[in-house]
């Protein structure tokens, strides 16, 4: 008898997974990903799309070749519960699937219901087809009308910033092209702390304050938000400030319905794993990604981390397949991070150190470009 692997998820970790099964069939497995999206962005590219240095095709990874070439059936729903008792994953519009081993790779999105109005009014940065779609239409009514706006961004971490740049990038090359004047757009960016990118060092946390400035975005730090309403939002020292675009990036969130699950969760409802990357409570459930919460090691959520898992996962639900012994996984502490700026440049972060150019930017596109075409088939080892 074939035993059931279900993908759940097409993230980072498990494009990883599809091309390894696919350069390495397993015979007696059935593969099956379910995935409420066919394309998954590559998120290091995607300040570049908004920018307009990419195209979409550059961006995403398509699910559906991919999933073929692994030999694996693909199912485009969303999973909103598991009954772990019967090793069953219930999707959305499809029947309940069973399992002899599954793994969750669904990623974190930008948590909107803790802050009154920011559900309703905000676009948060994930799921990003939803920013995506809010982009085009704010690109269009722009190239027919354009009026004066204010484009906020709550969110001070690389993603946030990294966004507002590009788009800034963008929509002011927009303006010039049509001889407007770009002042008629302004950009402002809120954050909780003192200043943006916190997690990263002084250095670079400078290097983009100033760089901020220069390109008249507006900065209001130390603003923790409160509430939102339909143009403006309140922060808790009682300010309020205007906008007409809002974007949401923001500490990501889990999925809520894992909660229901019985599967063991930390505080912030991310699924515990070992360092095998399987659940403590389930050791037939793995889980990578954002979605993830290593018990062994703190990491930031990072896309750099889903990647990296991605191998050790591949290798360790084959082992727990064949119920061989499971490898360890530990997780790098630095990982480099390379932050785009909108204009082909970018700054380059890891530990205390930081670098900035654009020949970083340039180091970033064959890094980003490389690793795009290993899932591109014809695939190719390693
Ligand atoms: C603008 C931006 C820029 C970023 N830049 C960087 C960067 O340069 N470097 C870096 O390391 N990190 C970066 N990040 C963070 C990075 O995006 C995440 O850490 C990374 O995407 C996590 O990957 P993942 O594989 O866990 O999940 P994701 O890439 O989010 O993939 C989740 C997948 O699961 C699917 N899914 C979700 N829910 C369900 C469900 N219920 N049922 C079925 N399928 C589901 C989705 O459709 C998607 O296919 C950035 C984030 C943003 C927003």
């Keep these: 008898m074939a035993r059931e692997l279900l993908l759940v998820g097409g993230g980072h970790s498990h494009v990883e997974v599809l091309r390894r099964f696919a350069l390495a069939p397993e015979p007696d497995v059935r593969l099956t990903l379910i995935s409420r999206d066919r394309f998954t962005p590559y998120s290091g590219m995607l300040p570049g799309y908004l920018a307009g240095h990419y195209a979409f095709d550059d961006v995403h990874i398509d699910l559906v070749p991919l999933a073929e070439a692994a030999g694996a059936r693909f199912l485009r729903d969303s999973?909103?519960?598991?009954?772990?008792?019967?090793?069953?994953?219930?999707?959305?519009?499809?029947?309940?699937?069973?399992?002899?081993?599954?793994?969750?790779?669904?990623?974190?999105?930008?948590?909107?219901?803790s802050v009154p109005g920011a559900a309703e009014h905000a676009t948060p940065l994930k799921p990003i087809d939803g920013l995506n779609a809010r982009w085009l239409a704010l690109l269009e009514r722009l190239q027919q009308r354009p009026v004066r706006k204010t484009i906020m961004m709550v969110g001070g971490g690389a993603g946030g910033v990294e966004v507002l740049l590009a788009m800034q990038q963008r929509l002011q090359h927009l303006c010039r092209e049509r001889g407007v004047p770009d002042g008629l757009l302004r950009f402002c960016l809120v954050t909780r702390g003192p200043r943006p990118l916190a997690t990263h060092n002084a250095r670079v946390q400078r290097h983009f304050s100033r760089l901020l400035t220069r390109r008249g975005v507006a900065l209001h730090s130390d603003a923790e938000v409160v509430s939102v309403d339909a143009d403006q939002l309140h922060t808790a020292d009682g300010r309020t400030l205007a906008y007409n675009e809002l974007l949401w990036a923001t500490q990501a969130g889990a999925a809520a319905w894992l909660a229901d699950t019985g599967l063991a969760l930390d505080g912030a409802g991310f699924i515990r794993v070992d360092d095998h990357l399987a659940s403590i409570s389930h050791p037939h459930v793995f889980a990578a990604g954002d979605i993830a919460s290593m018990v062994n090691y703190r990491r930031e959520k990072a896309g750099v981390h889903a990647v990296r898992q991605g191998p050790a996962l591949a290798d360790n639900l084959r082992a727990s397949l064949h119920d061989r012994p499971l490898a360890r996984y530990r997780p790098q502490r630095r990982h480099l991070a390379l932050i785009s700026t909108g204009d082909r440049y970018a700054v380059a972060s890891r530990g205390p150190w930081s670098w900035s150019g654009d020949w970083v930017w340039r180091w970033k596109d064959r890094i980003d470009r490389r690793f795009m075409a290993r899932y591109r088939p014809p695939l190719t080892a390693p």
């Design 79 to 113: 999973v909103d519960g598991l009954d772990l008792a019967a090793q069953r994953v219930i999707p959305h519009d499809h029947s309940p699937l069973t399992y002899d081993r599954l793994s969750l790779n669904i990623g974190a999105s930008p948590q909107l219901t």
